[in-house]
């Protein structure tokens, strides 16, 4: 295993997407935060500070408007775990090397998700650093409220870059994979949800069926109460962050489940 960990972070740093990503994650989310921070003057005279500060941390997905910017770059890096490999034809070169298929899975989890957790964490220290700058918090960046999105945040984050590593192992297909993840929490989701709940208008449960959409569900981790204003317009009852979290978690762990097997029994 150690072996295997050895060859996956040194496989990580090898490759210039690695470095492309991490830079311009941190690069857009230092100018759309900046941006959002100078901007924000208008609307603290609506909401309190810890609104203001959670809003600008998640450059609005706290408040439902947006989706999670940076969990969609971070996210790459879990489909490029895998996705390069397949794309190029190194995984034959990774299991030569390291011949314990199960080791390689292993390691390919386990940098992911660390590297996910620190990048989603840097994102929302960058947050944090913006709304210092810019916005009267009162105390708010120490705030329980605003800590508990970026707790949200990051396990958001970090499962959305597990799940990409997993859609990249059970497709086999780099492009592929960006697609789904690109498009599934983002379109898919949405279509499926107003159609259960245009359904659901109907007189049906179709509307408990919309609160198991995965990522959308897990978003409920940092979402903020102002948020339930755009769920009550639309008659929709979301979960809420614990059980929301459970859901992501579980999708999650069914995708790596099906991807170490599949990884186990597929030839190189």
């Given at each position: ?221 940092f979402a903020r109460p102002a948020a339930d204003v755009i769920t009550d317009v639309l008659g929709y009852d979301p979960f809420g962050p ?7 978690t579980l999708f999650a762990a069914v995708l790596i489940a099906a991807a170490a097997v599949l990884f186990s029994q597929r030839d190189a």
């Open positions: 295993m150690t072996a295997a960990l050895k060859y996956e972070w040194r496989r990580l740093w090898t490759i210039r997407s690695t470095y492309w990503l991490i830079g311009g994650t941190f690069a857009l989310q230092l100018v759309f935060c900046m941006i959002a921070a100078a901007s924000a003057s208008p609307i603290e005279s609506f909401f309190d500070a810890e609104e203001v500060v959670s809003a600008i941390v998640s450059l609005g997905a706290s408040y439902g408007v947006s989706p999670l910017f940076s969990a969609y770059i971070i996210g790459l890096l879990g489909v490029f775990s895998f996705g390069h490999e397949y794309r190029h034809g190194m995984i034959r070169g990774t299991l030569t090397a390291v011949p314990d298929r199960a080791a390689v899975f292993s390691a390919k989890v386990l940098t992911t998700a660390a590297l996910a957790a620190v990048l989603a964490f840097g994102c929302a220290m960058i947050g944090l650093f913006a709304a210092a700058i810019f916005v009267d918090t009162q105390g708010a960046m120490s705030s329980a409220g605003v800590w508990e999105v970026v707790l949200g945040l990051v396990l958001y984050t970090t499962l959305f870059g597990l799940c990409g590593m997993a859609t990249a192992a059970i497709v086999r297909n780099q492009t592929g994979a960006v697609a789904l993840m690109l498009l599934f929490p983002s379109v898919i989701e949405a279509v499926i949800r107003l159609l259960l709940i245009l359904v659901s208008q109907g007189g049906s449960d179709a509307n408990e069926l919309a609160r198991f959409l995965p990522f959308d569900a897990g978003s409920q981790m614990v059980q929301g979290g459970l859901v992501l």
